[in-house]
Protein backbone atom coordinates (compact mmCIF):
# COMPACT_ATOMS: atom_id res chain seq x y z
CA UNK A 1 0.00 0.00 0.00
CA UNK A 2 1.02 3.85 -0.28
CA UNK A 3 3.30 5.63 2.47
CA UNK A 4 4.84 8.03 3.25
CA UNK A 5 8.27 8.50 5.47
CA UNK A 6 9.47 11.97 6.68
CA UNK A 7 12.52 12.67 9.21
CA UNK A 8 11.89 13.02 12.53
CA UNK A 9 11.54 16.00 14.40
CA UNK A 10 11.34 18.55 16.19
CA UNK A 11 13.95 20.69 13.82
CA UNK A 12 14.68 23.69 15.70
CA UNK A 13 16.60 26.20 13.67
CA UNK A 14 17.73 30.06 13.57
CA UNK A 15 15.83 32.43 12.06
CA UNK A 16 17.17 32.78 8.85
CA UNK A 17 18.24 29.77 8.46
CA UNK A 18 18.03 27.03 5.40
CA UNK A 19 15.49 24.47 6.37
CA UNK A 20 15.21 21.26 4.10
CA UNK A 21 12.60 18.35 5.87
CA UNK A 22 12.93 15.15 4.11
CA UNK A 23 10.26 13.26 2.30
CA UNK A 24 10.45 9.71 0.48
CA UNK A 25 7.09 7.73 -0.46
CA UNK A 26 5.79 4.35 -1.59
CA UNK A 27 3.21 4.33 -4.15
CA UNK A 28 0.90 2.63 -6.54
CA UNK A 29 1.50 4.65 -10.20
CA UNK A 30 2.34 7.77 -9.85
CA UNK A 31 0.46 9.80 -7.27
CA UNK A 32 -0.01 13.73 -6.44
CA UNK A 33 2.19 14.92 -4.09
CA UNK A 34 1.54 17.58 -0.83
CA UNK A 35 2.92 19.01 1.47
CA UNK A 36 0.50 20.62 4.65
CA UNK A 37 1.32 23.02 7.31
CA UNK A 38 -0.75 22.78 10.75
CA UNK A 39 -0.17 25.92 13.18
CA UNK A 40 -0.96 25.39 16.35
CA UNK A 41 -4.53 25.41 17.31
CA UNK A 42 -5.34 25.37 13.45
CA UNK A 43 -6.53 22.94 11.00
CA UNK A 44 -3.88 21.51 7.90
CA UNK A 45 -3.68 23.78 5.08
CA UNK A 46 -2.23 22.94 1.52
CA UNK A 47 1.10 24.66 1.34
CA UNK A 48 2.01 23.02 -2.33
CA UNK A 49 1.74 20.37 -4.46
CA UNK A 50 3.15 18.74 -7.57
CA UNK A 51 1.25 16.29 -9.79
CA UNK A 52 3.95 14.78 -11.89
CA UNK A 53 7.37 14.34 -11.87
CA UNK A 54 9.73 16.60 -12.13
CA UNK A 55 7.11 19.35 -11.19
CA UNK A 56 8.47 21.83 -8.62
CA UNK A 57 5.76 23.20 -6.03
CA UNK A 58 6.35 26.44 -4.54
CA UNK A 59 4.81 28.60 -2.04
CA UNK A 60 5.52 31.09 0.72
CA UNK A 61 9.37 30.54 -0.17
CA UNK A 62 8.92 27.11 0.47
CA UNK A 63 9.96 24.41 -2.82
CA UNK A 64 10.07 20.64 -3.33
CA UNK A 65 10.19 18.76 -6.15
CA UNK A 66 8.34 15.76 -7.37
CA UNK A 67 12.07 13.34 -7.84
CA UNK A 68 10.37 9.93 -9.37
CA UNK A 69 13.44 8.32 -9.37
CA UNK A 70 14.31 8.53 -5.66
CA UNK A 71 10.61 8.71 -4.91
CA UNK A 72 11.32 11.89 -3.28
CA UNK A 73 9.45 15.02 -2.55
CA UNK A 74 11.63 17.14 0.40
CA UNK A 75 10.46 20.61 1.45
CA UNK A 76 13.13 23.55 1.33
CA UNK A 77 13.51 27.30 2.46
CA UNK A 78 16.09 29.23 1.93
CA UNK A 79 15.30 31.83 5.27
CA UNK A 80 13.35 30.81 7.65
CA UNK A 81 11.14 32.87 9.47
CA UNK A 82 9.57 32.49 13.22
CA UNK A 83 6.29 32.65 12.03
CA UNK A 84 6.97 29.24 10.49
CA UNK A 85 7.20 27.50 13.19
CA UNK A 86 4.48 24.68 12.88
CA UNK A 87 4.19 21.05 11.87
CA UNK A 88 4.89 20.30 8.27
CA UNK A 89 2.94 17.13 6.85
CA UNK A 90 4.09 15.28 3.35
CA UNK A 91 1.23 13.62 1.66
CA UNK A 92 0.45 11.37 -0.90
CA UNK A 93 -2.90 10.75 -2.96
CA UNK A 94 -3.82 7.65 -4.32
CA UNK A 95 -4.35 5.07 -5.37
CA UNK A 96 -5.14 5.94 -9.18
CA UNK A 97 -9.37 6.01 -9.35
CA UNK A 98 -9.59 5.30 -5.53
CA UNK A 99 -10.71 9.16 -5.50
CA UNK A 100 -8.87 11.73 -3.48
CA UNK A 101 -7.19 9.81 -0.32
CA UNK A 102 -4.49 11.57 1.43
CA UNK A 103 -2.00 9.08 2.87
CA UNK A 104 0.18 11.38 5.47
CA UNK A 105 3.28 11.19 7.15
CA UNK A 106 4.21 11.63 10.71
CA UNK A 107 4.86 15.22 10.76
CA UNK A 108 7.98 17.06 11.24
CA UNK A 109 7.90 19.73 14.05
CA UNK A 110 9.47 23.16 13.61
CA UNK A 111 10.62 25.23 15.58
CA UNK A 112 12.25 28.83 14.48
CA UNK A 113 14.33 30.85 17.36
CA UNK A 114 15.46 34.50 16.96
CA UNK B 1 -15.78 32.63 2.27
CA UNK B 2 -15.86 30.60 5.46
CA UNK B 3 -13.59 27.51 5.84
CA UNK B 4 -14.76 24.07 7.15
CA UNK B 5 -16.46 24.58 10.57
CA UNK B 6 -16.42 22.04 13.12
CA UNK B 7 -17.82 21.65 16.22
CA UNK B 8 -17.09 20.65 19.23
CA UNK B 9 -13.54 22.00 19.30
CA UNK B 10 -12.74 20.56 22.61
CA UNK B 11 -14.70 17.50 23.96
CA UNK B 12 -13.81 15.26 27.59
CA UNK B 13 -16.46 11.79 28.55
CA UNK B 14 -15.91 8.86 30.12
CA UNK B 15 -15.31 5.91 28.58
CA UNK B 16 -18.07 3.94 27.41
CA UNK B 17 -20.38 7.03 26.82
CA UNK B 18 -21.59 8.19 23.49
CA UNK B 19 -20.12 11.12 21.73
CA UNK B 20 -20.76 12.66 18.29
CA UNK B 21 -19.07 15.39 16.05
CA UNK B 22 -20.09 17.62 13.55
CA UNK B 23 -19.27 18.91 10.61
CA UNK B 24 -19.89 21.74 7.75
CA UNK B 25 -17.91 21.82 4.57
CA UNK B 26 -17.24 24.70 3.03
CA UNK B 27 -20.26 25.85 0.30
CA UNK B 28 -20.55 23.93 -2.57
CA UNK B 29 -18.01 21.26 -1.94
CA UNK B 30 -19.48 17.63 -2.96
CA UNK B 31 -16.93 15.65 -1.02
CA UNK B 32 -16.25 14.99 2.40
CA UNK B 33 -13.48 13.61 4.40
CA UNK B 34 -13.55 12.24 8.57
CA UNK B 35 -9.82 11.85 9.33
CA UNK B 36 -8.85 10.39 12.43
CA UNK B 37 -5.12 12.13 13.89
CA UNK B 38 -3.81 10.57 17.07
CA UNK B 39 -1.24 12.64 18.89
CA UNK B 40 2.25 12.66 16.99
CA UNK B 41 1.02 11.21 13.77
CA UNK B 42 -0.41 11.99 10.31
CA UNK B 43 -4.43 12.37 10.01
CA UNK B 44 -5.85 8.36 8.38
CA UNK B 45 -8.64 8.50 6.83
CA UNK B 46 -12.03 7.02 8.52
CA UNK B 47 -14.75 7.94 5.76
CA UNK B 48 -15.24 9.62 2.85
CA UNK B 49 -18.42 10.80 1.12
CA UNK B 50 -19.36 11.99 -2.50
CA UNK B 51 -22.60 13.94 -1.68
CA UNK B 52 -24.56 11.66 0.29
CA UNK B 53 -23.21 8.44 -0.44
CA UNK B 54 -20.14 7.00 1.57
CA UNK B 55 -17.85 5.77 -1.24
CA UNK B 56 -14.98 4.78 0.98
CA UNK B 57 -15.44 3.39 4.73
CA UNK B 58 -13.13 0.55 4.40
CA UNK B 59 -11.09 2.62 7.77
CA UNK B 60 -14.38 3.29 10.00
CA UNK B 61 -14.63 0.32 12.67
CA UNK B 62 -17.89 -0.07 12.30
CA UNK B 63 -18.62 -1.65 15.62
CA UNK B 64 -18.59 1.38 17.31
CA UNK B 65 -18.22 4.37 14.60
CA UNK B 66 -20.81 5.46 12.43
CA UNK B 67 -21.62 8.32 10.13
CA UNK B 68 -24.13 10.15 8.11
CA UNK B 69 -23.79 12.55 5.52
CA UNK B 70 -27.64 13.77 5.16
CA UNK B 71 -28.49 15.91 2.44
CA UNK B 72 -25.24 15.87 1.14
CA UNK B 73 -24.33 19.10 3.07
CA UNK B 74 -23.22 18.10 6.73
CA UNK B 75 -21.85 15.95 8.59
CA UNK B 76 -21.93 14.18 11.83
CA UNK B 77 -19.79 11.40 13.56
CA UNK B 78 -20.35 9.36 16.16
CA UNK B 79 -18.55 7.02 18.60
CA UNK B 80 -21.06 4.75 20.96
CA UNK B 81 -19.65 3.46 23.48
CA UNK B 82 -16.29 5.83 23.39
CA UNK B 83 -12.97 3.59 24.44
CA UNK B 84 -9.85 4.88 26.02
CA UNK B 85 -7.89 4.26 22.67
CA UNK B 86 -10.49 6.99 21.21
CA UNK B 87 -8.46 9.76 22.51
CA UNK B 88 -7.40 11.60 19.42
CA UNK B 89 -8.47 14.72 17.37
CA UNK B 90 -10.94 14.20 14.75
CA UNK B 91 -10.61 16.23 11.46
CA UNK B 92 -13.23 16.95 8.59
CA UNK B 93 -12.16 18.23 5.15
CA UNK B 94 -14.36 19.16 2.23
CA UNK B 95 -13.10 19.30 -1.66
CA UNK B 96 -14.43 20.25 -4.54
CA UNK B 97 -14.53 16.79 -6.72
CA UNK B 98 -13.29 13.57 -5.47
CA UNK B 99 -10.07 14.02 -8.04
CA UNK B 100 -6.55 13.30 -6.73
CA UNK B 101 -4.99 16.53 -7.12
CA UNK B 102 -7.57 18.12 -6.13
CA UNK B 103 -6.95 20.66 -2.35
CA UNK B 104 -8.74 19.26 0.51
CA UNK B 105 -9.41 22.19 3.24
CA UNK B 106 -9.62 21.11 6.74
CA UNK B 107 -11.34 22.25 9.63
CA UNK B 108 -9.64 23.19 13.45
CA UNK B 109 -10.61 19.49 14.44
CA UNK B 110 -12.40 18.43 17.56
CA UNK B 111 -9.86 17.05 20.24
CA UNK B 112 -11.77 14.03 22.34
CA UNK B 113 -10.13 13.07 25.25
CA UNK B 114 -11.47 9.72 26.87
CA UNK B 115 -11.20 9.47 30.65
Known amino acids: GNSVTQMEGPVTLSEEAFLTINCTYTATGYPSLFWYVQYPGEGLQLLLKATKADDKGSNKGFEATYRKETTSFHLEKGSVQVSDSAVYFC?????????????FGTGTQLKVEL | EAGVVQSPRYKIIEKKQPVAFWCNPI?????LYWYLQNLGQGPELLIR????????DSQLPKDRFSAERLKGVDSTLKIQPAELGDSAVYLCASSLLGKEDNEQFFGPGTRLTVL
Open chain 1, 91 to 103: ALSGPPGGGNKLT
Open chain 2, 49 to 56: YENEEAVD
Open chain 2, 27 to 31: SGHNT
